[in-house]
């Protein structure tokens, strides 16, 4: 009987440790001696769970790795990360907006993944600090059963008119990274981040009548179901419920969009940085990119052709991407709270 409860003591302690290393293996250093090598991975995600989910399943299976993921809108993982900054959890952040991370610069870790010379050079951060994972034009929709086709916003100017007053689904930038870019393209299409661009923001926050959304997955799912008129959303969502047969239409604003990189990022001192790079690097492969076209996104991959349901890059709705677009992110937000709040 002591002899079989020895062996029980041995097997609890075993079992201890195996958790309290969060399942690590180990492996040879080539010295004779052995390191502890992590199996997990912590992600911040704010992207829709319907085509990331697979993706996100696919690695583990590939590497062993288990991710741990924490979603939340981008706005809110950004704060999270500056929060935690002297202790990060996380290693990994993706999802929003690049004007985002323009935010947390000084908190990502510089990367340089093997396919730098097949992705757009122009779509990540000159000291690679974050990555595009796929480009991203913000959107207007609208429901055909509350707005004829002819009464259809066609640009952006057109979301000002009085009878859309109220019936805007719009996310929140503080809350929202894409709701963020919209506020960034917006800005750039009427005239800039200046007295000009900020009058039109005034009108358009005027005419939203107080009415904002927690998160961007909001806007097509609310103009969808007959809850707001029109929206302002990201392509991804707009055509994954278009596709389906939801009650949605897209614009693409005559006056323009931009297609936006939408970033993944190592976050610095994270604890698990190599698990990291493995995500990054697998999000990046040609591999999954040929696959991101059918998940409704535009790869950033040079080698990678659009399927045929997408506008074309070269679209003139489309204007040009610049790294300026991304200066001057937190007296943005600041001032977009200031309207907010009638300043």
């Not at 010379?117 to 055909?144: A, E």
Request: proline letters at 6%.
């Amino acid at each position: 009987m002591k002899r079989i409860l020895v062996v029980l003591m041995v097997l609890l302690v075993a079992a201890g440790f195996v958790f309290a290393n969060g399942g690590a293996d180990a492996e040879d250093t080539g010295d004779g001696s052995q390191k502890e090598v992590s199996k997990e991975l912590t992600l911040y995600h704010s992207h829709p769970a319907s085509w990331t989910d697979p993706l996100i399943k696919e690695f583990q299976e590939r590497t062993g790795i288990h991710v741990n993921v924490v979603g939340a809108g981008t706005g809110e993982l950004a704060a999270r990360i500056k929060a935690e900054k002297e202790a990060p959890q996380a290693d990994v952040l993706w999802g929003g907006g690049a004007p985002t991370y323009q935010g947390i610069l000084d908190l990502l870790q510089p990367y340089e993944h093997p396919y730098m010379d097949d992705v757009s050079s122009w779509s990540r951060d000159p000291q690679n600090r974050w990555h595009g994972s796929i480009m991203f034009p913000m959107v207007i929709i609208y429901n055909p059963k509350l707005v004829a086709p002819e009464d259809a916003p066609k640009t952006w100017d057109d979301l000002l008119k009085p009878e859309f007053k109220g019936r805007i689904a719009h996310a929140d930038p503080t809350k929202s990274g894409s709701a963020f870019t919209a506020l960034t393209i917006q800005l750039a299409v009427k005239g800039g981040n200046n007295d000009q661009g900020w009058a039109w923001q005034k009108a358009f926050v005027e005419n939203l009548d107080g009415k904002l959304l927690g998160s961007s997955s909001g806007t097509y799912k609310g103009v969808s179901d007959g809850e707001y008129a029109v929206g302002i959303t990201y392509e991804e969502g707009a055509l994954r419920y278009y596709r389906s047969g939801a009650d949605l239409e897209i614009v693409y604003p005559e006056d323009g969009t931009i297609n936006f990189p939408i970033p993944i990022a190592i976050i610095k001192n994270g604890p698990d940085p190599e698990n990291a790079q493995k995500f990054v690097d697998f999000i990046l492969s040609k591999d999954v990119q040929s696959r991101m076209g059918e998940l409704n996104n535009r790869t950033v991959r040079n080698d990678v052709e659009l399927p045929d349901f997408m506008t074309p890059n070269d679209s003139p709705v489309f204007r040009p991407y610049s790294l300026e677009l991304l200066e001057n992110t937190d007296a943005k937000l600041q001032r977009w709270k200031n309207l907010i709040m009638g300043k």
